[in-house]
C-alpha cells in the first residue's frame, strides 16, 4: 500500500506553510491550483516558484480560475499581497502546465485507488468538478481534508461574513457538492485554525529565510487589523492532522452549506433536538469536523518540522 498527497490550493502565504509541511512530512506528489487567494494561474506560478525554491519534485497542474456558479470574486490582497507571497520575490515562472487540476486528480486516483489524500487549502471548485465528472471518485480517493468552514466553537462563525469562511465562501455550491458527496472527508475550520496563532518570531525561529520573507506582509496585516504581530497558519493544520489526529477534538456530522443569503458561504450541521418533518440532512453522509485543538503540541510540531537544521 502506498500513500500519495496532493495539494489543491489557491497558494497564499499560509498555503505555503502547508506545502513546506506536508514536503517534509509526506509523499507529496502533486501541486494542484484552484481561483482563491490569487488567480489559478497566478498559484500555479507560485508553485512553480515554491518547488524551484524547495526543490520539491511534484507535478503542477493549474485548476478552476472561477467558481462553478458565480463569476470568480476580486482575490483578497490585503492578507496575502497580489502575488499571493507577501509580494517579496520576483517570480519568473509563466503559468502554463501540462495537465490541468480536473484531469490530473481524477487520472491519478484511478491509478492508485484508496492510496491518495487531498488537502483541500483553498476553495473546493477542483473537488466538486473531479465528482461531476467522475462518479466513481468519491469511492477512490483515500480522504479528503479540507481547510475551510466555521461552526461557532470558541465564537469562530467566519472571516469573510459574520457566518462563512473564505474557502467555502468563495464558491458555496461546491462546496456543498463536496459536503453531499460520499468522499471520506475530514474539515479542519476556523474554529481550530484561529487558536492556533503563530508570532512573527516564531516564525524567524524556523530560520527558512523563504518563510520568513514571504510572512511579513501577514503579520504586519495581523498586526494592524488584530494588534498581534502574528498569523494564522490555516492550512498548515490540514497537514498537522494528517499527522497528529490526536491533537484534535472532533464530531462527526452531516454538513451542509448555505448558498445564497446573507448567510451564503455558512457550513451547517444539523441543529433540532427534535424530529423535524423537512430534515435537510436526512440519510446524509458524515464528515468529520475538528472542534477542538491541542495549540501547544501543533504549535511545537509545526514549528520542529519548519526549522531549518545546518
Ligand atoms: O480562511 C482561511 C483560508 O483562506 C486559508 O486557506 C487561506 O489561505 C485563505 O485562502
Ligand atoms: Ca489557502
Redesign the pocket.
Known sequence: MQDFLVIDT?I?I??AFALRYAMLTHNLVGVTTVN??VTAGMAAKNAKLFADHYNLNAVIAKGANRPLAAPASDPITDVHGADGLGGCYDNPFDAQTPDNAVNYLINLVKAHPHEVTIAA??PLTNIALCLNLCPEFASLIKQLVI?GGAFGYKGHTG?MSNFA???IWSDPEAADQVMLSAIPTVIVP?DVTYEVLISGAEVASTQDQFLIDISKFYLEFTEREEGFYGMAV??ALTIEYLLHPECFEVIDKPVRVSTDGITAGQTLIPQSAMPIPDDNFKDLPVKRICIGVDTAAVKAHLLNALKVTA
Do not use: C, T, V, Y
Open positions: 489557491d497564499g499560509d498555503d482563491g487567494n487549502i483553498g481547510m472571516n469562511e473564505f474557502n476556523l490555516h492550512d
